[in-house]
């Protein structure tokens, strides 16, 4: 038989001097404080013993749960024996603990791991350091999160003459571990920032929650648009969180608003007769200046109110109009016409003016220019008048006698001036015998020829 050198010179040692042999123990200790594994894998534990021992040294390695966790839901048995064989020395033995894989989110767990010595094994070997040690289980099935969309894509919003908050619900699915942020972005077919704020920012997610709003602010104004499409996008998120890349984007549309309503020409001029004329002026309604292209929503009813405005012509005098109407657009009619009477009468007047003008559209509709026309009715009834020698309630022309055998001598003719008296003009003038004598009449009077103006 073969003995280990080591073992003989304890063995001669403990009969030399047999106090030592009866105190001296056995060590036992981990290898390692700390082990780190993940679920559904399996770790393996080392323990040594230092020193001599006789008889087989039975040991327990014991995971040691914490009050708020279940070591029953982690690992295979929460304890592990084994055993250093008899008159061995300097020994490693090691144990296996397989932890579960299940589908519950959590952060990282950390078990401790403890050494028991049996009653008999205890009289023949003692805990050295480090009796105890680690395992951390990391954290597993998204402990931290997965955010997503909640509402369908794509998603309607509206736009309005004023501005309105739109909250997008982001949702954190799985675990709610961590203080964990996301980050987002928009984009789109316009200017962004035109239409939408903010553009991009964070969400702060705290420990525990499930689901934040995002709060988008849709701008209003008053410009007509057609549809519009945007997209929200989930770009990256901290703290071991993820993003779902099947719901990480969402589509926005703001349909199309603010139809405009105008005048297809900012200004009509009438001429006065006889009789009364109508004068019809065309409104359109969701089509741009060009009048051929569509812009804004024509889908529903709207109205718009139109009114007319003296100018220099007066309304009962000069035109007649049904002021303060409602004029109404049936679902997809885009041109609707307006009527008003242009009145005649016998006074000479110059050209007069009066306006139409478009005012308090219904929802989703603006008035857009040209939303205030003006109507000139042209310069009537001889505006600047007759002239004439005679006035109209004269039969004949006037006559002046002169005696040419005294001495010369002025004489006077009136030019009458009969019907519209606006603005000065004049007529020229020429005198002509009206008997047999070929002598030019300036032989005898003049002038003969010239001009005269009339104010």
């Known amino acids: 038989m073969t003995v280990h050198p080591s073992l003989l010179t304890v063995l001669l040692l403990s009969l030399l001097c047999p106090s030592v ?14 082990y780190v594994v993940d679920e559904g894998q399996q770790v393996s534990i080392e323990v040594s013993k230092t020193g001599f021992s006789a008889p087989p040294l039975n040991v327990v390695v014991m995971v040691v749960m914490l009050s708020d ?3 029953s839901n982690d690992f295979v048995g929460n304890s592990q024996a084994l055993t250093f064989p008899n008159n061995s020395y300097n020994i490693t033995r090691s144990v296996s603990f397989f932890v579960l894989d299940d589908d519950i989110p959590e952060r990282d767990e950390v078990f401790t791991l403890q050494l028991l010595l049996s009653t008999n094994s205890s009289e023949k070997a003692m805990k050295g350091d480090p009796s105890e040690a680690t395992i951390t289980v990391r954290a597993n099935d ?5 955010f997503a969309f909640a509402e369908p894509s794509p998603y309607t919003v509206s736009e309005g003459p004023s501005s309105v908050q739109v909250p997008l619900t982001i949702q954190r699915n799985r675990g709610t571990f961590g203080n964990i942020s996301v980050n987002f972005d928009l984009s789109g077919s316009a200017l962004v920032s035109e239409d939408i704020t903010p553009v991009s920012g964070t969400l702060l997610f705290l420990e525990g929650e499930s689901s934040k709003d995002l709060i988008l602010t849709i701008l209003g104004d008053n410009i007509p648009e057609n549809d519009e499409t945007f997209v929200v996008t989930l770009t990256s998120a901290t703290g071991g969180a993820s993003i779902n890349l099947t719901q990480d984007r969402l589509q926005l549309v703001i349909p199309a608003n603010d139809a405009p309503v105008r005048f ?6 009438v001429e006065e007769t006889a009789m009364s004329i109508d004068l019809s002026v065309t409104i359109t309604r969701g089509l741009t200046e060009d009048g051929q292209t569509f812009i804004g929503p024509i889908t529903k ?29 049936q679902a997809g009619e885009t041109s609707k016409s307006f009527t008003i009477q242009i009145l005649p009468d016998d006074a000479a007047e110059i050209a007069e003016e009066f306006y139409i003008v478009l005012f308090n559209p219904s929802s989703d509709v603006v008035v857009s220019d040209p939303y205030n026309v003006s109507v000139i009715i042209g310069a009537n009834d001889e505006t600047h008048g007759v002239l004439s ?33 606006f603005g000065t003009v004049s007529v020229d003038w020429i005198l002509s015998r009206n008997d047999s004598n070929p002598d030019s009449a300036a032989t005898d009077v003049t002038p003969c020829i010239w001009n005269c103006s009339v104010e």
């Open 389 to 421: 020698l005679k006035s109209p309630s004269a039969t004949s022309f006037p006559q002046t006698y002169v005696n040419e055998d005294t001495t010369s001598q002025l004489t006077f003719f009136t030019v009458i001036r009969s019907g519209g008296a």
């Open 301 to 329: 009813d709207a109205y718009v109110y139109v009114t007319c405005i003296s100018g220099s012509a007066t309304a009962g005098q000069d035109f007649s109009c049904a002021s303060n109407t409602s004029l109404v657009f």
């Open 21 to 34: 042999g009866q105190q001296q123990k056995a060590v036992i200790k981990f290898v390692q404080t700390s």
């Open 69 to 71: 966790q279940n070591g």
């Open 142 to 146: 998204d402990a931290f999160g997965i």
């Open 264 to 269: 297809t020409q900012g200004e009509y001029r």
